[in-house]
């Protein structure tokens, strides 16, 4: 795998100021700014250019509800003057434009429909976008160029740990492969597998359909948010089905979802008759072994 070198550039010195981020041999350049510096973002040259943004923010009624709105302009600056107005909600900005003038008004509606697309599956975030953009049909050079573009996108948004665009559904084939761990509880019983540091529950699982008296409210929205999206359904006799793989952040937010309550995933994931944590320790104590030959 070839590396990348990626530029982080604070304008102002400051970790939470104007920052520019750079990928080596690339034409990418991303704008990242607070709200409160959309001053400063004007007098720069990215503003006067055609691009696509990102605009981040919690929900005011649930406020650990990030919302994202995906937007276009030629130029950016206009747009992002008038949501200053009529968006309420979003605190930081992402423009990406490009260090040369490639980009047509054609390849970034291209590039909002995408991008709108990916954050929609991903399944991480609340979308403010009263309509879906359209993705205009483009040739066979420009969509290659457009490809390589929304790569350097994602790879510049995960390099600074931003997964908003990062699939929370997982293929079919994933258990084809991978280390099987079960949770059991009641009659419900979820499977899991670890792919990527992730926690992905597959699908097919079944989930308690009620929450304990003492669930967390943080654990009745996400599982009312896998319901309310389809990816859990009623399954009968007190249980929710998995309809897809979906992966989650911890073990034991993965274990919430199938419990009803806070858990302790480390504890109750377990594979044959050793928990995740038994495991963990015996891969620990392995590599102190190597270690010490």
């Known amino acids: 795998m070839n590396g990348k070198l990626i530029r982080l550039f604070m304008t102002e010195g400051q970790p939470n100021g104007l920052r520019t981020v750079e990928i080596s041999n690339m034409t990418i ?49 206009p747009r992002l003057k008038s949501h200053s107005v009529n968006k309420d909600f979003w605190t930081e900005a992402i423009v990406f434009s490009s260090k040369d003038d490639y980009l047509t008004k054609t390849q970034i509606k291209y590039l909002e429909a995408e991008l709108y697309r990916l954050a929609k599956e991903a399944f991480q975030v609340k979308l403010d976008n009263s309509q879906v953009p359209t993705k205009p049909k483009i040739s066979e050079v420009d969509n290659a160029e457009v490809d390589q573009f929304l790569d350097g996108i994602r790879l510049i948004l995960l390099s600074l740990g931003i997964q908003i665009l990062e699939p929370g ?40 359909a009620d929450n304990r008296p003492s669930c967390p409210d943080a654990i ?36 919430s979802a199938i419990v009803g309550g806070a858990a302790n995933g480390r504890k109750l994931w377990k594979h044959g008759d050793k928990t995740l944590k038994q495991l963990e320790q015996e891969s620990n104590h392995e590599e102190e072994d190597l270690l010490n030959e």
């Open 29 to 77: 350049l991303a704008t990242f700014f607070p709200r409160t510096k959309l001053d400063k973002f004007t007098a720069r040259e990215a503003a006067q250019k055609p691009g696509v943004y990102l605009l981040l923010g919690y929900d005011y009624n649930e406020p650990d509800q990030l919302v994202l709105y995906v937007g276009e302009g030629d130029p950016v600056l």
């Open 169 to 208: 559904i997982i293929p079919n084939s994933i258990e084809d492969t991978q280390k099987i761990f079960e949770l059991k509880v009641k009659n419900a019983i979820g499977k899991m597998v670890i792919k990527d540091n992730d926690y992905v529950v597959l699908k097919g699982s079944t989930a308690v």
């Open 220 to 255: 009745k929205k996400m599982r009312k948010k896998l319901k309310d999206t389809g990816i859990i359904t009623d399954g009968g006799e007190g249980l929710y089905t998995f309809n897809e793989n979906i992966k989650f952040s911890s073990p034991s937010y993965a274990a």
